[in-house]
């Protein structure tokens, strides 16, 4: 690799991999010590190709969850069975992993700015802006950069736009898997919202059991399937269809709201929007 390569965003490779090497040393622990990362699914991301997949995943923390998926695709390349340990798959790391975040969050400061240099993607949301709901179109060249990104490797995205559970997702996901045909997989995560901040920076309690099942690649009908019929294909797949709220115990929705509730009352104390 010639110590100046860029990748299509203009990144320099080099650069890049010591960011990741760094990041990825730095937050080791937090899947592996302070708590413990359950995998299934490693085989899946072995037998991959190296561009145009598209990884749709539920959503609970800010930068918590994307960082644990750099760690396990890395790790599973490298022929970890559902495990990270080990760091040595950190020094070689797949390059053209790309991540769907909000433009806002990504220049909200250095760290945030070093995590997009690592591999964000940032997009303008066109339903929500600095905590206040807005109505805009969407940016025709966040959609390029979206394939771009496609095309140069994997991308992760989190249709739902939202760290709250059960949301609907976002029709733009579907256009966009109807549009480039990307090889789609899913991604269920959980334990994540208990262990960290809302960012996903601070751990906020320790000894709690995270996991990440990376399903098999979906199958679609690009050319005939609907909108809604993909949309609806992808809630399920990620257990975030509303069908899933009759089947998980009472009392996890009710600590769910009580945190909920506790989280908008300090944002509100803060003087903060919600």
Do not use: C
């Amino acid at each position: 690799m010639g110590l100046f390569k860029k990748n299509p965003f203009g990144h320099i490779l080099f650069l890049k991999k010591w960011l990741i090497r760094i990041l990825g040393v730095i937050t080791h622990a937090r899947y592996k010590q302070f708590n413990k990362l359950e995998i299934e699914g490693s085989d899946v991301i072995r037998n991959l190709p190296d561009t145009n997949v598209l990884f749709v995943s539920n959503h609970q923390t800010y930068f918590a969850d994307v960082v644990a998926m750099f760690h396990v695709f890395n790790a599973s390349l490298h022929g970890r069975d559902d495990t990270i340990k080990n760091l040595g798959y950190l020094w070689k790391p797949k390059l053209n992993v790309y991540y769907i975040a909000a433009a806002e969050t990504m220049k909200k400061s250095l760290l945030t700015k070093i995590l997009a240099y690592a591999g964000s993607i940032s997009v303008e949301r066109t339903w929500r802006s600095e905590g206040k709901e807005v109505n805009r179109q969407v940016k025709m060249s966040d959609i390029s950069n979206i394939a771009k990104a496609l095309k140069d490797g994997w991308v992760i995205t989190f249709p739902q736009g939202t760290t709250t559970p059960w949301k609907p997702l976002r029709k733009g996901t579907a256009h966009i898997i109807k549009q480039y045909k990307p090889i789609v997989v899913p991604v269920v995560i959980d334990g994540f919202r208990r262990s960290f901040d809302k960012k996903g920076l601070r751990i906020k309690k320790k000894g709690i059991l995270q996991s990440m099942h990376i399903k098999e690649p979906l199958e679609i009908d690009y050319e005939n399937e609907s909108f809604e019929s993909i949309i609806e294909k992808l809630e399920y797949a990620i257990e975030q269809h509303p069908s899933f709220l009759k089947v998980i115990p009472q009392e996890e929705l009710l600590a769910y709201e009580e945190e909920h509730k506790e989280r908008r009352w300090r944002k509100t104390k803060s003087g903060t929007s919600v």
